[in-house]
């Protein structure tokens, strides 16, 4: 199922399946990727209940092994469309047999995308329903055209950054703790250039920063506010014409972790019949202007 939101010169479309944003629109630019399989056929999926990958495939929780899918099940399933109007639709997702064979919590989570003037918040919910604990990772990961050269495009952060991070081990799917390459320091800009991914994500683990405009030789892009999540991971395909800009609570392990779920770094915990909101807004940027 597909549902289109419109209000002026704003309109987006998102799917059921993932409750994928596949079209954002403001005037007439495009501001998301186009989902060309040739590079990476996703648009912007929901990473709940998991971030990256689990060392071995697999963890522990509440003393019990699991194996939970690269980036959690979310992305994978059909999401319930409810509460929806023309500038702003919410879809949920419960626990069924699929969820619970790789993570026994009972829940409810939801996303809800609600246009502005000049782009879409964007609001991630989750209810613990469960009687214990329930540790969680939740994040997104949007995708953004990046049309022409990429060494024309920069990333700026509001406060200057140092920023070293983590090597993406390709072999073992782990972030290396003391093996890391310093792409920022005491900057507000980043230069971008394909070579930067050719080993995987870029996770800014230590930001101080909760906002990023991605701008090109013509301060034309767009900015991403992320008040409520902890790191930031920037990715892309192989020399594709787009770069992901993704807020996270959590990430893929570390090589020094312990596997057990409730202690990865940046997991989100909540007690029985908690719930939290996790919100972020992406806005089109026309000219240069402060974050």
């Not at 989902?35 to 689990?54: R, Y």
């Not at 509460?83 to 699929?98: G, I, K, P």
């Not at 972030?175 to 996770?203: A, K, W």
């Not at 892009?221 to 992320?226: I, K, L, N, P, Y």
Request: proline residues 5%; contains cysteine; hydrophobic residues 35%.
């Amino acid at each position: 199922m597909e549902i289109t939101l419109k209000s002026g010169e704003v309109s987006a479309k998102i799917i059921s399946k993932g409750a994928e944003l596949k079209s954002l629109k403001v005037g007439n630019r495009e501001l998301m990727w186009s989902a060309d399989p040739a590079f990476w056929g996703k648009t912007s999926p929901l990473l709940f209940p998991m971030i990256g990958t689990l060392r071995d495939g697999r963890t522990l929780i509440n003393g019990s092994e699991y194996r939970i899918t690269k980036h959690g099940f979310a992305r994978d399933l059909e999401l319930t469309p409810e509460d929806f109007s023309s500038t702003s639709a919410m879809f949920s997702l419960t626990q069924n047999d699929y969820t619970k064979a790789m993570f026994p919590f009972d829940f409810r989570f939801t996303v809800r995308y609600t246009l502005k003037a000049d782009g879409l918040t964007v609001t991630y919910r989750v209810h613990n329903n469960s009687n214990s604990d329930m540790p969680f990772c939740i994040g997104a990961h949007p995708a953004f055209a990046t049309p022409g050269d990429i060494t024309d495009y920069r990333l700026e952060f509001p406060n200057l950054e140092t920023a070293a991070v983590p090597n993406y081990n390709l072999s073992t799917g782990l972030h290396e703790e003391n093996n890391r390459r310093l792409l920022i320091d005491g900057d507000t800009v980043l230069p971008l250039s394909h070579d930067m991914f050719y080993q995987d994500v870029c996770y800014f683990d230590k930001l101080r920063s909760r906002s990023v405009q991605l701008l090109n030789k013509e301060n034309v892009g767009v900015r991403v506010d992320f008040p409520d999540f902890t790191s930031l991971g920037v990715w892309q395909a192989k020399d594709a014409p787009f770069l992901c800009i993704e807020p996270w609570c959590g990430s893929a392990d570390f090589d020094d972790c312990s596997g057990v779920f409730a202690e990865k770094r940046g997991i989100e915990i909540l007690p029985p019949d908690g719930e939290k909101a996790f919100t972020y807004t992406i806005t089109a940027i026309e000219h240069k202007a402060k974050v």
